[in-house]
């Protein structure tokens, strides 16, 4: 079924909770739905100036106080068994289940493989365009292939998952011209029936006694998590601001440096090897170049995660928002020569 509201309101269509207005906000179930409002000349005026399909908003900051086009939500919730041998189950979840019901729900069911993205906000079609990851684990891992619907083409599709070009925050979704065309939804993805657990992160090993306990690594996650991270329904944000950088081995001494030359000391800076370069941390840097906790308007740094930028008070604009990430990016720039590019999409 398709329902068009004109002039939807934004907050509860973006966890940063900015107010503002979309001329329509569109939910969909199905591919057929997303055919006939494509197809229907009664849903013309909707459609007349494009689409964003959106999950929870959970990654997004609307930059105006109107977005000028048609926000699409998928708000289908099934989730099903399509395959399943003696070591895994493959599932097809809709593109608007809540990741964290499906996690619940595998936990529940002894299924292995997303146990470790607990507790992150968004759909389960943003999961796979965005390919989240958490405590050693990314989304990609599980996908098997995507089903979407081309909007361009005006026909379904199905995506394997060695076509989807999955990177650290990255895939195909997130580029021309897939990014303007193809809409999720729904995700084939597929979960081991035996212990594969991944405790290899941070101090997640030291909090769970039993390696073969699902539920007790989901509950290990959801408590990290909620130690350093805010709470979406207490504090508007949309989780990591900036991506981590990645930089090559000669670009990180001239980084340590310039870091020297303002004082910092880099021997504990976070480095991590990966297949092309070194990745930093950017919590890291932004904390030592003085940033935790700094406020700009009713924006301001998460204390406990440095990374996250906050809406503190819930009056916070966009452009509080917009400032405070300018400043952090410029000092970055000038304390380390690092450029942080930011995760959050911005809405025109
Ligand atoms: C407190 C907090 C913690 C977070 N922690 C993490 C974390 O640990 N790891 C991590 O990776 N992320 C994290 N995030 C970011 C966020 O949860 C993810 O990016 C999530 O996938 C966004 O889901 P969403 O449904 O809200 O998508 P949205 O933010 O609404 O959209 C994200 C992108 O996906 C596209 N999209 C959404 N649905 C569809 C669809 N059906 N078809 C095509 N494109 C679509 C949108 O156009 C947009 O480009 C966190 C966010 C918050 C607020």
């Keep these: 079924m398709i329902t068009i509201k004109p002039d939807a309101s934004l907050l509860p269509l973006n966890t940063m909770r900015i107010d503002g207005t979309a001329n329509y906000l569109i939910e969909f179930e199905n591919a057929d739905d997303l055919h006939r409002l494509l197809t229907d000349s009664a849903c013309e005026y909707a459609v007349r100036n494009g689409l964003k399909p959106i999950g929870q908003g959970s990654n997004l900051l609307f930059t105006r106080p109107r977005y000028d086009g048609a926000l699409l939500k998928c708000t ?11 070591d895994s189950v493959t599932l097809r979840v809709d593109a608007g289940v809540e990741l964290d019901r499906l996690i619940a729900r595998c936990c529940d069911d002894g299924l292995w493989g997303i146990e470790n993205l607990s507790l992150i906000p968004g759909t389960v079609g943003a999961a796979a365009v965005q390919n989240v990851g958490a405590y050693g684990v990314e989304f990609k891992d599980v996908v098997r292939a995507v089903n979407c619907y081309n909007i361009a083409e005006r026909k379904t599709c199905t ?14 979704f997130k580029h021309q011209p897939a990014k303007q ?30 390696s073969s306990d699902i539920k007790a690594i989901r509950q290990a996650v959801i408590s990290l998590r909620r130690s350093k991270l805010p709470d979406v329904d207490e504090t508007g944000s ?28 880099t021997s504990a800076m976070p480095v991590y090897d990966v297949a092309d370069g070194k990745k930093l941390s950017a919590a890291w840097l932004i904390d030592r170049a003085g940033w935790k906790n700094a406020k700009e308007g009713h924006a301001a740094v998460w204390g406990l995660q440095p990374l996250v930028l906050v809406n503190a008070d819930g009056k916070a604009s966009a452009a509080d928002i917009v400032r405070l990430a300018e400043l952090i990016v410029n000092d970055i720039e ?11 999409e911005y809405i025109p």
Aim: charged letters at 20%.
């Design 334 to 344: 000038a304390k380390f020569g690092v450029t942080l590019s930011p995760e959050v």
């Design 76 to 86: 289908a919730g099934n989730m099903a068994i399509i395959a399943e041998d003696c």
């Design 181 to 210: 065309q193809l809409i999720v939804t729904s995700v084939e993805i597929r979960l081991a029936k035996s212990p594969t657990p991944q405790l290899g992160y941070g101090h997640l090993s030291s909090l769970v006694a039993d």
């Design 159 to 172: 995506l394997d998952v060695s076509e989807i070009a999955y990177g650290y925050r990255d895939s195909i």
């Design 238 to 265: 949309a989780g990591s601001f900036f991506k981590n950088p990645i930089v090559s081995d000669h670009r990180l001494e001239e980084i340590r440096s310039l870091a020297a030359a303002h004082h910092i000391d």
